[in-house]
């Protein structure tokens, strides 16, 4: 029976970073993986000759080489890399679509500032209060980061319109729990969209996982794939034993799992006295190959955050999906110095698992074809004309998201209840990842990192601080 | 070995932790934090490499003597004065 000193659960961002702190300080550690390829949440596959992205939009946090503040450089430090090694591509500019107004926003805060001061005259010194306060809240832990961050916002700014606005694209790249989000991550997403941006790897996800995982080995940890736990056997309130999905058996001294709250529970022995609730909030996501590049075509928007209706709703849609909001990622649409090999649109909307789950086999694919349709109208919108330009399409739904990530009804972004210092009620059994509570790119490394420094390489004393500094993406 | 050499490691130690940061100009006697905007994680990251290499312990209590290059090297000198240098 092989043993190691830490066995983490998922081999994505969250569990490789993890891995290359405790491989780089000399401990015996082993990623165990599911699937037949890395990256969980974020990552990627081959088409049609074509590589696509799975999750990644846009890289939130982002500064340029020579910052060291910020999320990205403290991350880069924590995991010895260059800045060059995720080769970060700015955005052009993004853009929040709401009926009759937009505002728009790069990686210069000023610029935002000034669309929303145009749009919402009477929310000028509002909104400023509002942007100075998140710069300087730092304290996680403290009273305000578990409140409604709706009600607090409400208490800086008054037109509800503008709330909406802001909300929309933290949601969609980030929130777990329906309607509304504590300040705390309402406040780290605000910087890492608004006050950091967006940027992209020329090559997509690739660039940063392929460079993860040469590091983890390099370092001497194991990676294995097609590596499923099946369960983990609990003596004396500690993982005793662990059963992979092929029978074999394997002990270590800690487990560090990205695998969720909910679904890494459901591979224990032992329950805790109070079961957590699954997420909710699942997505379709088009996407569309084009023999053109967007700009081209008249849209040099980089992402697009769109809302149709009166009130911004985010929740479980009753039907198999709800298009009157969403999210259109142009890839293309980056400062990049050369075009990337293909032009692509990716349309992400809120959906319903449970409606997808229940639909027959034989109505599925019907579904998923009209459900592409009716996201893809609404790229038509910004890109007059686009469709003729379609040389090849991919589509997931709610299913595909559970499939590929084992998260439970398909809930992208995990549990509404984060588990911030990532203990479980096991006394060596710990979270990192989604359901630790930071999400995207550059918060689930940065998870790993902390989950790995506090449980195991133990300095506890690093990482309150270092809550509050992480940044979300998608 | 000595203060020279003692230097040089934390030198070698920082240039692990921020390969983008050309350290050539970095001041012995300003605090490493203020110059190169280090956070706790990054002296802890000090500290455990101290402890790989060379399995020098530095208590918690004594983190604050790493604040700049001279007294990081005057708080090791004594501690690290019969280890050679790797």
Same mark, same amino acid.
């Given at each position: 029976?092989?043993?190691?000193?830490?066995?983490?659960?998922?081999?994505?961002?969250?569990? $490789?970073?993890?891995?290359i702190?405790?491989?780089h300080?000399?401990?015996?550690?082993?990623?165990?993986e599911?699937?037949?390829?890395?990256?969980?949440l974020?990552?990627f596959? &081959?088409?049609?000759?074509?590589?696509?992205?799975?999750?990644?939009?846009?890289?939130?946090?982002y500064?340029p080489?020579?910052?060291r503040?910020?999320?990205?450089?403290r991350?880069l430090?924590?995991?010895?890399f260059?800045?060059?090694d995720?080769?970060l591509?700015?955005?052009?500019?993004s853009?929040?679509a709401?009926p009759?107004? #937009?505002l728009n926003?790069?990686?210069?805060?000023?610029?935002?500032? #000034?669309?929303?001061?145009?749009?919402?005259?009477?929310?000028? /010194?509002?909104?400023?209060k509002?942007?100075? /306060?998140?710069?300087d809240?730092?304290?996680l832990d403290?009273?305000?980061? #578990?409140?409604?961050a709706?009600?607090?916002v409400t208490?800086w700014?008054?037109?509800?319109? $503008?709330?909406?606005?802001?909300?929309?694209?933290l949601?969609y790249?980030?929130?777990?729990?329906?309607?509304?989000m504590?300040?705390?991550?309402?406040s780290?997403?605000?910087?890492?969209?608004?006050?950091?941006?967006?940027?992209?790897p020329? #090559?997509?996800i690739?660039?940063?996982?392929?460079?993860?995982?040469?590091?983890?080995?390099?370092?001497g940890?194991?990676?294995?794939?097609?590596?499923?736990?099946?369960r983990m056997?609990v003596?004396d309130?500690?993982?005793?034993?662990?059963?992979?999905?092929?029978?074999?058996?394997?002990?270590?001294?800690?487990?560090?799992?990205?695998?969720?709250?909910?679904?890494?529970?459901?591979m224990?022995?032992?329950?805790?006295?109070?079961?957590?609730?699954?997420?909710?909030?699942?997505?379709?996501e088009?996407?569309?190959v084009?023999?053109?590049?967007?700009?081209k075509?008249?849209?040099?928007?980089?992402?697009?955050?769109?809302?149709?209706?009166?009130?911004? &709703?985010?929740?479980?849609?009753?039907?198999?999906?709800?298009?009157?909001?969403?999210?259109?990622c142009l890839?293309?649409?980056?400062k990049?110095?050369?075009? $990337?090999?293909?032009?692509?649109?990716?349309?992400?909307?809120l959906?319903?698992?449970?409606?997808?789950?229940?639909?027959?086999p034989?109505?599925?694919?019907?579904?998923?074809?009209?459900?592409?349709?009716?996201?893809m109208?609404i790229?038509? &919108?910004?890109?007059?004309?686009?469709?003729?330009?379609?040389?090849?399409?991919?589509?997931?739904?709610?299913?595909?998201?559970?499939?590929?990530?084992?998260?439970?009804?398909g /809930?992208i972004?995990?549990?509404?209840?984060k588990?911030?210092?990532?203990?479980?009620?096991?006394?060596n059994?710990?979270?990192?990842g989604?359901?630790?509570?930071?999400?995207g790119?550059i918060?689930a490394?940065?998870?790993g990192i902390?989950i790995?420094?506090?449980?195991?390489?133990?300095?506890?004393?690093?990482?309150?601080?270092?809550v509050?500094?992480v940044?979300?993406?998608? | 070995m000595?203060p020279?050499?003692?230097?040089? %490691?934390?030198l070698?130690?920082?240039?692990?932790?921020a390969?983008?940061e050309?350290l050539?100009?970095?001041?012995?006697?300003?605090?490493l934090r203020?110059?190169?905007?280090l956070d706790?994680?990054?002296?802890?990251?000090?500290?455990?490499?101290?402890r790989?290499r060379?399995?020098?312990?530095?208590?918690?209590?004594?983190?604050?003597?790493?604040? %700049?290059?001279?007294? %990081?090297?005057?708080?090791?000198t004594p501690?690290?004065?019969?280890?050679?240098?790797?």
């Amino acid at each position: 029976m092989s043993s190691y000193d830490t066995i983490i659960i998922g081999a994505g961002l969250s569990g $490789l970073a993890a891995g290359i702190r405790l491989a780089h300080y000399d401990r015996r550690v082993c990623i165990l993986e599911r699937h037949t390829t890395i990256g969980g949440l974020n990552s990627f596959y &081959r088409l049609g000759g074509r590589n696509f992205d799975v999750g990644l939009h846009a890289v939130t946090n982002y500064t340029p080489k020579g910052a060291r503040k910020g999320p990205l450089a403290r991350l880069l430090r924590q995991l010895r890399f260059r800045w060059e090694d995720f080769a970060l591509v700015p955005q052009i500019g993004s853009q929040i679509a709401f009926p009759g107004i #937009s505002l728009n926003f790069t990686n210069d805060f000023e610029l935002f500032r #000034s669309e929303v001061h145009q749009a919402f005259p009477a929310e000028r /010194a509002n909104f400023d209060k509002l942007s100075a /306060a998140i710069m300087d809240y730092d304290d996680l832990d403290g009273a305000l980061a #578990s409140q409604s961050a709706r009600s607090i916002v409400t208490q800086w700014i008054r037109d509800p319109l $503008l709330i909406d606005m802001l909300f929309c694209p933290l949601q969609y790249y980030g929130g777990a729990r329906e309607h509304d989000m504590d300040f705390g991550q309402f406040s780290i997403m605000f910087r890492s969209i608004f006050q950091e941006g967006f940027a992209r790897p020329w #090559s997509g996800i690739r660039q940063i996982l392929k460079n993860l995982v040469r590091r983890f080995k390099e370092l001497g940890g194991e990676l294995r794939l097609r590596a499923g736990v099946q369960r983990m056997e609990v003596d004396d309130d500690r993982v005793s034993r662990i059963v992979l999905d092929d029978g074999s058996e394997i002990t270590a001294d800690r487990v560090l799992s990205s695998a969720g709250l909910v679904e890494t529970l459901a591979m224990v022995d032992q329950q805790p006295a109070r079961t957590p609730q699954p997420g909710q909030l699942s997505f379709v996501e088009g996407i569309a190959v084009l023999n053109e590049q967007p700009q081209k075509l008249g849209c040099d928007r980089s992402v697009i955050f769109f809302n149709d209706s009166d009130k911004f &709703r985010w929740q479980k849609p009753d039907e198999l999906v709800d298009v009157t909001s969403g999210v259109v990622c142009l890839p293309n649409n980056f400062k990049f110095d050369r075009p $990337l090999e293909d032009a692509m649109v990716r349309v992400t909307a809120l959906a319903n698992y449970d409606r997808w789950r229940l639909l027959p086999p034989v109505d599925y694919q019907a579904a998923k074809q009209a459900t592409y349709e009716r996201i893809m109208e609404i790229v038509g &919108r910004f890109i007059p004309e686009y469709r003729a330009r379609t040389v090849a399409s991919d589509m997931f739904t709610p299913m595909t998201v559970e499939r590929f990530t084992g998260h439970a009804n398909g /809930a992208i972004y995990g549990s509404p209840e984060k588990r911030r210092h990532g203990t479980t009620h096991l006394k060596n059994l710990f979270l990192c990842g989604t359901d630790q509570g930071f999400v995207g790119i550059i918060g689930a490394m940065f998870s790993g990192i902390m989950i790995a420094n506090r449980h195991v390489l133990g300095t506890v004393s690093t990482d309150l601080e270092q809550v509050a500094a992480v940044g979300v993406d998608f | 070995m000595g203060p020279a050499e003692i230097k040089e %490691t934390i030198l070698d130690i920082l240039e692990g932790i921020a390969p983008d940061e050309d350290l050539s100009g970095l001041k012995d006697d300003v605090p490493l934090r203020e110059q190169l905007e280090l956070d706790s994680m990054d002296f802890l990251d000090i500290v455990m490499e101290l402890r790989k290499r060379y399995r020098v312990q530095i208590p918690e209590d004594d983190y604050l003597e790493l604040a %700049t290059m001279n007294s %990081t090297v005057n708080y090791l000198t004594p501690l690290m004065k019969d280890l050679e240098k790797v």
